[in-house]
């Protein structure tokens, strides 16, 4: 089992908020993303890999306006529908949430997860999706709970696994890159046994309130950004 850090999730009361704050916080203007029919969501895209996080990037994402989620009986991903959430949002603006891990297999992630011997975690089910883009097709598989809870306060990652095409195989260099992402929980053993369980390596877990951290070069210097227990 070996995961990856595929991307940052960054939610916002709106997509336009959400490039706002892209642009005053790191400098750049968000590059196109597209629609999710699946989730009633839009985003926008954003370049941050680096050597130590190749194909890395950021999503800045937002409930569509007037869109509910095609499936019935189910919540947006990433606790998008959360009251609190969106709450803190209105008060605070974007904030990071949650990060999405890349998994070869993600039935066998999940399934890795509901054997977890202190944990027996439930991922979620693994949905198929896709869009089509100027550069090609992009087909994805997810894990998503039909509660949309990320769990871990967004610490444990969703899995994703990409088919052919990955977004940043067409992605332009954006001036930023990943340095570092780690976590902190109260539950700190807990975490790291569910991400090892995943084969994600090299997150730091820290016992603590809930916070998600990811520090990144930007042609505005280095910025950090936080979850904050959101």
């Known amino acids: 089992m070996h995961a990856e850090v595929d991307h940052l999730v960054i939610a916002a009361r709106s997509l336009a908020e959400g490039v706002a704050w892209c642009e005053a916080t790191l400098g750049i203007t968000p590059g196109p993303g597209g629609t999710h029919p699946l989730m009633g969501t839009h985003n926008r895209l954003l370049n941050v890999a680096s050597e130590a996080y190749p194909k890395a990037y950021a999503e800045i994402i937002a409930i569509e306006p007037g869109k509910a989620p095609s499936r019935p009986k189910t919540r947006r991903w990433f606790d998008l529908d959360d009251a609190a959430l969106q709450a803190a949002l209105a008060q605070h603006g974007p904030r990071l949430i949650h990060f999405v891990a890349r998994v070869p297999d993600a039935h066998a992630a999940v399934q890795a997860l509901a054997r977890e011997e202190h944990a027996h975690i439930d991922r979620g089910r693994v949905l198929e999706a896709s869009r089509d883009t100027p550069a090609g097709r992009l087909e994805w598989q997810i ?69 998600l951290v990811a520090v990144l070069d930007t042609p505005r210097g280095i910025v950090t950004l936080e979850s904050q227990g959101l």
């Open 143 to 211: 894990t998503v709970r039909d509660d949309g809870q990320r769990l871990f306060y967004g610490a444990l990652p969703t899995l994703i696994q990409w088919g052919a095409v990955h977004p940043t195989d067409a992605m332009p260099s954006s001036g930023l890159a990943l340095r570092s992402l780690r976590a902190a929980h109260p539950r700190a053993p807990a975490l790291s046994a569910a991400l090892s369980a995943v084969g994600m390596k090299g997150l730091q877990v820290d016992a603590g309130p809930p916070n």
